[in-house]
């Protein structure tokens, strides 16, 4: 079972700004938002020697790349989360191979240095994991621990929807 983690340092407070990213696109919210967003877990995270990563598609980093410019510059690690936001499951690998291709060439294009790939609904195959080592990904990050530490109740009716929707999405995949 997979879980979501909200442990300070790696996983966890990137997938729920993932979330957040998610939200704030899919609803409009400011570019200006979304930055001051994604500078508070930055800055957070300064605070404890840390950095965040954050996995975004390639077609986002193709939107906004002055934006993850300037967070890479702040001391964010980007990884990858597909070309577009699509479930690699359903994908043969040699689709699989062209489309993490394709979002490979979206952040060489715009200078941004990337390691690690994480599947959109952690959506992964055998095949997959062919396709990141061709490719030259140092990691994977398609495991999630659920810390319950999150008081939802702090949160408006937005956020804690996509929260629990994040959840649903993780109870329904095994390891
Ligand atoms: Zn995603």
Redesign the pocket.
């Known amino acids: 079972m997979n879980l979501v983690s909200f442990s300070i340092k790696t996983k966890g407070i990137h997938n729920f700004v993932?979330r957040l990213w998610?939200a704030f696109t899919r609803f409009g919210i400011s570019h200006a938002r979304t930055q001051r967003a994604l500078h508070a877990v930055v800055d957070a995270l300064r605070d404890y020697n840390g950095a965040p990563t954050f996995?975004i598609p390639a077609v986002v980093l193709a939107r906004h790349p002055k934006l993850i410019a300037e967070i890479a510059h702040c001391g964010a690690e980007i990884g990858i989360?597909g070309y577009v936001?699509n479930d690699y499951r359903c994908l043969s690998e040699s689709e699989q191979y062209e489309q993490t291709q394709q979002a490979i060439s979206v952040f060489q294009r715009t200078l941004i240095p990337y390691e690690g790939f994480r599947n959109?609904?952690l959506g992964w195959t055998e095949e997959s994991l062919h396709v990141f080592t061709s490719l030259g990904f140092t990691y994977d990050s398609n495991d999630a621990v659920f810390h319950d530490i999150v008081d939802l109740e702090r949160y408006p009716i937005l956020l804690r929807n996509s929260y629990e929707k994040s959840l649903t999405h993780l109870s329904g995949n095994s390891v």
């Open positions: 993932r998610t996995f989360h936001h959109p609904y």
